[in-house]
């Protein structure tokens, strides 16, 4: 994308709402953001110039991303790779309501076959090995102690693919593959995976900044 240079923030916003009403020809509203450091400061410019050229904006702002389903979703993703599964993250995951899951019963389960088990520092192999254990310790009586495990290694692997997503086409297929196969088909739709698949890409430009010392998460 070209960099445009402007002399004052007017000629800025007006550049961007330019920009806008061109992309609308192409884009439906609802696919393009803007972002504003402080957009309370610019937003009387942002609307001036968006009535102007009959473009409909939609302001989002004084609420922080974790306050939307997908944000909340996104930095649990990070603290399950970051903490190697702990525990209390498992929990928050498989516990919200607000994450449509399809075999929460089973999720659920595994949640309390970890609690049983005292998986307090998480881990993959850890995890593993508590299904084991818990089969055993019930003499394999326990159907589910087997699903729940299949399931917690299908949803691990899914999440660890999407975190470590290094192109756009990857994370937003992923995320599509994890929502079809783990929540509710209607519940989680394409524009959760747009919200969700964008903030993934920003996360992971800011890494890669952050990899080289030019920029701190």
Do not use: C
Request: glycine share 4%.
């Amino acid at each position: 994308l070209p960099l445009h240079e402007y002399n004052n923030s007017i000629s800025e916003i007006r550049g961007i709402m330019r920009m806008v009403e061109r992309d609308l020809s192409t884009y439906a509203p609802e696919d393009i953001a803007i972002t504003s450091s402080s957009l309370e400061t610019y937003r009387p410019y942002l609307e001036e110039e968006a009535k102007k050229r009959d473009i409909p904006l939609l302001f989002t702002s004084n609420l922080p991303l974790t306050s939307y389903p997908e944000g909340k979703l996104l930095k649990l993703f990070y603290s399950l790779h970051k903490n190697r599964w702990a525990l209390e993250d498992y929990k928050k995951l498989v516990s919200d309501p607000s994450f449509p899951f399809k075999d929460r019963e089973l999720l659920l389960a595994a949640l309390h076959i970890g609690v049983d088990m005292k998986l307090d520092g998480g881990g993959y192999k850890n995890w593993m090995r508590a299904f084991d254990i818990a089969d055993e310790k019930y003499n394999n009586r326990y159907k589910k102690i087997k699903e729940a495990k299949v399931l917690f290694d299908s949803i691990y692997r899914s999440i660890s693919l999407i975190v470590k997503s290094k192109k756009s086409l990857d994370t937003e297929n992923r995320i599509r593959d994890f929502r079809d196969r783990f929540l509710i088909e209607g519940e989680w739709d394409e524009k959760n995976n747009r919200i969700l698949g964008t903030a993934l890409e920003i996360l992971g430009d800011l890494k890669e900044l952050e990899d080289q010392d030019l920029y701190r998460i």
